[in-house]
């Protein structure tokens, strides 16, 4: 097949969904396939059926077609709508993940499953909440600042904690805009209860209702998951480990993690390092238990553990078809239910674990947190009683794999740059060698590469192509999600990667003994992001959107990614996407997304399918902001 033709980057991937073909086994290729040409109204958000009287197609298309739904709502109302509801969809998935973390940190306790790992950033994070910690036992003022944060989801008055993080003047502009965020939970429902039948037509005012919820994401759930993740299970440190479907192992038990939620994922792992799981694995006659990750879940185990990545959201179908993977242990998001019938061809175990996440054929073992331990070693003892029931004739495992560095948290990269800091001269602990070369024009920017894939472009090219340009050009980068996947496996995540940099960021590699892409964890862990890119803002004494930096999303597919690329974009960073979002249908909601916003936030929308003209116009905005920086310092 000539490379242009091929589905993926990935040559393996192309393999596996041959064998799929000959063993007769339905891919989401070929559903792709099916679906044929996408409805053209529903790619440009245009199609509504938000009650009953619908559902209503207007015509994008001014003067021609139906103009308005019955309501009378038009092309405007309808995509601003639609768009609203994929940020509260997506906020709602971030942030309920984040929910039962805050719950899980409830329930430690110094003997139970559950523990505190990094008491420090748990001090720091209630001196910050004004939570009492003279005195006190860890584990009470651990509960204490718990129950604040539940509190954060349903809270009647005030505006959330988290954002008071941000440079003052990005708190302005929330203030100005009425975009600060409330509690959690009431941003999501006050977009439903705008978005229904005869409530908000205004597109802006629908638009900075989504600014506002997905700030309570951005500065809300998803910070709120990523540091409780840490305080439990560990802040990560830079960890080596191996990347793609290559780190799968014939001779033992491979378990397959995939989802997001590291309070499941966490107690998988340490299962499956039990003497007594161990020693069952043996038994059954395989030489050990392998786990390896899929997505988010991928990356909390590799961060903290240095759990073999086997590989991205669209790799889940491709693992099992190796016939090698014992069971498909999930929790919640970014499963697909096709994992059924695919299982079903194999002797897989596809063992779903959350009542938020059942899916048709599965088998369900549910997890309890409250006996984690044990609820963990019944769901591995499941995958590895099933090692016997392999079927020989079926087994292909692709030789590729990649080395990479997984788990620089943001405490992490400060560490690393804590090795260029004169002693004499400056205090360490601080960003200031990040934005010392950022100023001096060595790095002429940072970009953060996040998000899935998606069948309408070639997996992972544009993730590849776009990282390799950028590095090129001294624009060093950061990446989570797929695309930290993505990365991984084509060994952008290791420090021999350096050698594609460009003179400035190779320089940097060096003495801060980086890689030019680093990895820093899942989808909720943007906020790992907005950390940083805050910090540089505030040590400059400038603002967001007036740094050289820019979020990417080349292959976004999920309602999460709209919230994170509004949340972006309300932080004043700009966000280059590289597949259309179904906002064509209205020339308003374009011309706020891709325009005006910029008034409002200092950051606008980017949007081309082609990885290389959106990398141009990444590079020359990051110039452009550069310029105006210069003037200001
Ligand atoms: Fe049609 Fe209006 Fe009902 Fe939407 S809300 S389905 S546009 S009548
Ligand atoms: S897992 S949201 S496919 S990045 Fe977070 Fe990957 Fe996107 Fe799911």
Not at 248 to 265: A, M, T
Not at 287 to 314: D, Q, W
Not at 368 to 386: D, H, W, Y
Not at 569 to 576: A, N, Q
């Given at each position: ?49 938000i ?177 409780f993740?840490?305080?439990?299970f ?16 014939e ?16 107690m ?8 007594e ?57 970014c ?61 292909f ?8 560095i ?10 690393q ?36 894939n998606?069948?309408?472009v ?26 930290a ?17 460009g ?10 003994d ?85 008034d ?5 929308f ?17 110039e ?7 003037q200001?310092?």
């Amino acid at each position: 097949m000539s490379e242009e033709k091929m589905v993926s980057l990935d040559i393996i991937d192309e393999q596996l969904i041959k064998k799929a073909e000959q063993e007769g086994i339905e891919t989401m290729w070929d559903r792709k396939k099916a679906m044929k040409t996408p409805c053209g109204f529903g790619e440009q958000g245009v199609c509504c059926r938000i009650c009953a009287m619908g559902p209503c197609r207007v015509s994008p298309v001014e003067g021609k077609g139906a103009q308005r739904g019955i309501c009378g709502a038009t092309a405007d109302t309808i995509v601003a709508r639609n768009f609203a509801r994929m940020v509260a969809a997506g906020t709602s998935a971030h942030s309920d993940h984040a929910r039962d973390i805050a719950h899980v940190m409830h329930m430690a306790s110094r003997d139970g499953s559950y523990t505190i790992k990094d008491e420090k950033k748990l001090l720091v994070l209630a001196e910050e909440w004004e939570v009492k910690t003279e005195g006190r036992d860890i584990y009470d003022i651990a509960h204490e600042v718990a129950e604040v944060a539940l509190n954060e989801f349903g809270k009647p008055f005030g505006t959330l904690r988290f954002p008071e993080r941000a440079p003052e003047p990005r708190k302005k502009i929330w203030k100005e805009l009425g975009i600060e965020p409330r509690a959690i939970d009431r941003e999501i429902a006050t977009i439903m209860h705008s978005t229904s039948i005869g409530c908000t037509s205004d597109a802006e005012s629908l638009l900075k209702m989504s600014m506002r919820t997905s700030l309570s994401n951005g500065w809300g759930g998803s910070m709120m998951g990523s540091e409780f993740t840490d305080i439990i299970f560990g802040t990560p440190t830079p960890t080596v480990t191996e990347a793609n479907l290559g780190v799968l192992e014939e001779k033992q038990v491979n378990i397959l993690l995939h989802g997001h939620d590291p309070s499941l994922s966490e107690m998988i792992v340490m299962a499956a390092n039990d003497p007594e799981m161990l020693k069952l694995a043996q038994e059954v006659g395989a030489e050990g238990i392998n786990l390896a990750g899929i997505c988010c879940t991928g990356n909390e185990v590799t961060m903290r553990h240095g759990v073999k990545l086997a590989g991205t959201f669209y790799q889940q179908e491709l693992a099992v078809l190796t016939g090698v993977i014992e069971a498909v242990i999930v929790d919640v998001q970014c499963i697909f239910p096709s994992l059924t019938p695919v299982t079903d061809c194999y002797h897989t175990k596809f063992i779903t674990t959350s009542p938020k996440a059942k899916v048709t054929g599965a088998t369900h073992i549910e997890f309890n947190e409250a006996v984690a331990l044990e609820s963990a070693k019944a769901i591995v003892k499941a995958a590895v009683e099933n090692y016997a029931n392999r079927k020989q004739d079926k087994i292909f495992i692709p030789k590729s794999k990649a080395q990479a560095i997984t788990g620089y948290s943001v405490e992490a990269v400060v560490k690393q740059l804590d090795r260029v800091v004169n002693s004499h001269i400056d205090s360490q602990g601080t960003v200031k060698p990040l934005a010392d070369v950022l100023k001096a024009g060595v790095l002429r920017g940072a970009a953060g590469i996040v998000g899935c894939n998606n069948p309408k472009v070639r997996h992972e090219y544009s993730h590849i192509e776009i990282m390799k340009k950028l590095i090129a050009n001294d624009v060093i980068v950061v990446t989570t999600g797929c695309a930290a996947q993505a990365a991984a496996k084509a060994g952008l995540l290791s420090k021999d990667a350096a050698k594609l940099a460009g003179k400035g960021l190779q320089a940097v590699c060096e003495l801060v003994d980086i890689p030019p892409v680093i990895h820093l964890g899942s989808c909720v862990d943007n906020t790992r992001i907005l950390k940083l890119v805050s910090a540089v803002a505030k040590f400059m004494d400038v603002d967001n959107s007036d740094l050289p930096v820019v979020g990417v999303a080349p292959e976004w597919m999920s309602e999460k990614a709209v919230a994170i690329g509004t949340y972006v974009v309300s932080s004043g960073i700009d966000v280059f996407l590289g597949v259309v979002p179904p906002v064509t249908g209205s020339k308003e909601v374009m011309d706020i997304l891709t325009n005006k916003i910029e008034d409002m936030t200092g950051a606008k929308f980017f949007v081309d399918t082609d990885p290389h003209a959106l990398t141009d116009v990444m590079l020359a905005r990051i110039e452009e902001k550069r310029e105006k920086l210069e003037q200001k310092l």
